[in-house]
């Protein structure tokens, strides 16, 4: 009888093993055929947060902790320093856009720069002191015309250069763990603990709540081109929107189950071709729709998590770190 038992515990053991083997055949993803991604010298060590280029297609910025602001002429290649001469408090700048060769600057302390030149010159623009909450994200919309969400979701817009701002929804959602506005205007907002998510359109009067998929709280939520939603969840679960619609969700993905440190952010490069960036240089795509995935294992050795993944085209893509981290995406290197 023991003899039995014993060999039937075997068995059990060997079938749980070959399923688990079935179903986590991605445990540890393999290396991708590309690899177009190379380090960006940069003369800091602060955490990256935003980039954004001017009219000039060449001319970018990059905002961060500890007042940086960091300057391209080519594209990326090379960045120098900026200095605000703010004084002797610190900020940390969260969000920058242009429109043209108008810009501008977010960040917390309360703080709102604008440049009408490229940033030649930048304006510390005053922010009355019974703002809600505290400027966080910033689209730059035309001529002296702007969109400022703060970090508890009010927003605002003005077209006067920030002088008169025009609140666009009646009340704050709340302290939020990140934002994302879409290219037509919406709005999806991750609560702070990542227990529910909030998303505005134009013309609604408040934010609307969401419950979260399952268990498991939200890291970040952004757009894909199409304006659908993407979801990121504790412990590296992904999810991709059927549809525009606000909580119309495809089945929870987990592109690698063995990653130990959770996935950061998402961006798109093309309709297919799909980045997904996390914590210990771990750098994940799919050239598929998110069907398949691979690792770029190049950067694994690059000391940083990696926070944000930005395509400012096809061709032009930048992932932003900490301690002065950032790739640039090089199609030649593919």
Known sequence: MYAALNWLRRIMIVVVALGLATSCSNYFLPDATIHPWRAVQLPT??????????????????????????????????????????????HTFTSIDFAGDEGWVTGMPSILLH????????ENIPLSNEL?????????????????????????RTEDGGRTWKAMVQAAVGVVRNMTRSTDGRYVAVSSRGNFYSTWAPGQDEWIPHNRQNSRRLQNMGFDKAGKLWAIAR???????????????????????????GLLDIAFRTNDEIWITGGGG????????????????????VPSNFYRIVFEAPDRGFILGQRGTILKYDPQAV
């Not at 795509?285 to 050795?301: E, F, I, P, Y």
């Open 235 to 261: 412990g590296g679960q992904v999810r991709f929107s059927n549809s525009r619609a606000a909580d119309d969700f495809a089945a929870a993905l987990s592109p690698e189950f063995g990653t130990s440190w």
């Open 282 to 301: 771990n750098l994940l795509c799919s050239l598929d729709g998110g069907q398949t995935w691979l690792k770029d294992k190049a950067v694994n050795d």
């Open 132 to 156: 809600p909450g505290t400027p966080f994200l910033i689209t730059a919309l035309g001529s002296k015309s702007a969109e400022m969400a703060t970090d508890i979701g009010a927003i605002y």
């Open 115 to 122: 440049t009408a030149n490229g940033g030649k010159t930048w």
């Open 45 to 90: 060590e602060a955490t990256l947060a935003d980039i954004a280029f001017t009219g000039n297609t060449d001319h970018g910025w990059i905002v961060g902790n500890r007042n940086t602001l960091l300057e391209t002429q080519d594209g990326g290649d090379s960045w120098s320093l900026h200095d605000l001469n703010l004084g002797e408090q610190a």
